[in-house]
């Protein structure tokens, strides 16, 4: 039996799209800025980025068309189910180790405008392929914020235990995301 080299085996092609909004430190430091004196003002700014990947997937659920219509209509409902769950857990978290302000719906409204009106926005009718990549980088700018947040959580002396395991635990989650919006929009190899 003869094994074949490692030179000779096809390789399926790593996807490499640049996705990481530059400013997203900075901009997420603002939405922080935004809640004042809120204690756990970090965990807002993690509502806000998490409602608006909420809205996004959606969007994207709804507006799916295509030869790989179903299959994307299915996927960005994947996501934004699980997210939706994760609204609650960053919200009850944010109360219990903040105070109700952190939830302050005018305010997390206003900051979900704003990330919404920075995205990029398409001048014609979206691609499906346009609707994953729009929400890799979602997902991989909000992978960003949380491991941003978990530093300055840290920094403020304000991460506890439990804290840093859920937003670990979601960040896991959202690297699922990462995988699985690549597997989209990669070229097959045949």
């Not at 096809?10 to 935004?34: C, F, R």
């Not at 799916?64 to 189910?81: E, I, S, T, V, W």
């Amino acid at each position: 039996m003869r094994l074949k080299s490692v030179e000779s085996m096809p390789v399926k092609p790593i996807v490499t799209v640049a996705v990481v909004e530059p400013n997203i430190h900075i901009l997420t430091d603002n939405l922080i800025a935004e809640w004042g004196g809120v204690p756990y003002a970090a965990l807002s700014a993690v509502l806000s980025h998490l409602k608006y990947l909420y809205e996004l997937h959606q969007n994207h659920h709804w507006t799916a068309m295509g030869d790989p219509f179903y299959g994307d209509h299915l996927l960005f409902q994947r996501l934004y189910d699980g997210v939706a769950k994760e609204v609650d857990m960053i919200a009850e978290k944010a109360i219990g180790l903040g105070c109700t302000a952190n939830v302050d719906l005018q305010l997390l409204h206003s900051q979900v405008l704003k990330l919404i009106s920075g995205a990029e926005t398409a001048t014609m009718i979206p691609q499906s392929s346009d609707l994953a990549r729009k929400s890799l980088m979602a997902e991989t700018n909000f992978l960003k914020v949380i491991e941003h947040v978990i530093s300055h959580l840290q920094e403020c002396g304000l991460l506890t235990p439990g804290l840093s395991n859920m937003l670990e635990g979601i960040a896991d989650v959202h690297e699922g995301h990462v995988y699985l919006l690549k597997q989209r929009i990669s070229k097959p190899l045949v």
